[in-house]
């Protein structure tokens, strides 16, 4: 079956720690997203690629980055800058949002300890 | 500028009766519609769409209404069961608009059973 895959599904890091989420997708979609949820908040974008190798930042990426080396993958890093990075973190894929929409992932909690 | 705003974070609703989720959008130019569901620790799953050149699209126990004039949409559900409570998301998409969606900050819905 065709999905997106986000994993971890919960991620713990020490302050100062750069961390990786992953974001995989098997439905051949072109555009892949990163979104950050905060409690009783929406949904801020963070970063979105609409083909390999090429990322645009989203409102919030300041203390984030990304990479698009396959169009598969869509790494999350989520580096020491980032002053409040504790959220709900979910990816997501398109092929053509304005006709179909996003597909998302079941997301990650990240946890600073 | 919040160009798609939900103003109600919240709503409950008795099961069996209607639930009426409300949107607005300020950005003439989006002229496709969509409103997500999710549970907590859980990506948004798609539920249902609406395109500008209709004013309702219907599927099942969801009805969404799109009242351009008004800048407004809404989605009804009934009858409104216990397993309809999550967070509902609306968003909002442009032709031109480069693959991308602006969301609502969501609207907490309850059904009591």
């Known amino acids: 079956d065709g999905g997106i895959t986000q994993s971890p599904k919960y991620l713990f890091r020490k302050e100062g720690q750069n961390v990786t989420l992953s974001c995989e997708q098997n439905l051949n979609h072109d555009a892949m997203y990163w979104y950050r949820q905060d409690p009783g908040q929406g949904l801020r974008l963070i970063y979105y690629s609409q083909i390999v190798n090429d990322f645009q930042k989203g409102d919030i990426a300041e203390g984030y980055s990304v990479s698009r080396e396959k169009k598969e993958s869509f790494p999350l890093t989520v580096t020491s800058a980032q002053k409040n990075p504790t959220a709900f973190y979910l990816c997501?894929?398109?092929?053509?949002?304005?006709?179909?929409?996003?597909?998302f992932g079941s997301g990650t909690r990240l946890t600073v300890v | 500028d919040q160009q798609v705003k939900q103003n109600s974070p919240s709503l409950s609703v008795q099961e069996g009766r209607i639930s009426i989720l409300n949107c607005d959008y300020t950005n003439s130019m989006f002229d496709y519609f969509l409103w997500y569901k999710k549970y907590p620790a859980e990506g948004p799953t798609f539920l249902i769409s609406?395109?500008?050149?209709?004013d309702k699209n219907e599927d099942g126990r969801f009805t969404v209404f799109l009242n351009k004039s008004a800048k407004h949409l809404s989605l009804h559900i009934v009858p409104s069961q216990p397993g309809d409570s999550a967070v509902y998301f609306c968003a909002a998409s442009a032709n031109n608009a480069g693959n991308m969606l602006t969301f609502g900050g969501g609207t907490r819905l309850m059904v009591k059973p």
């Open positions: 997501a894929s398109s092929k053509d949002p304005y006709r179909y929409g996003y597909t």
């Open positions: 609406i395109s500008s050149i209709k």
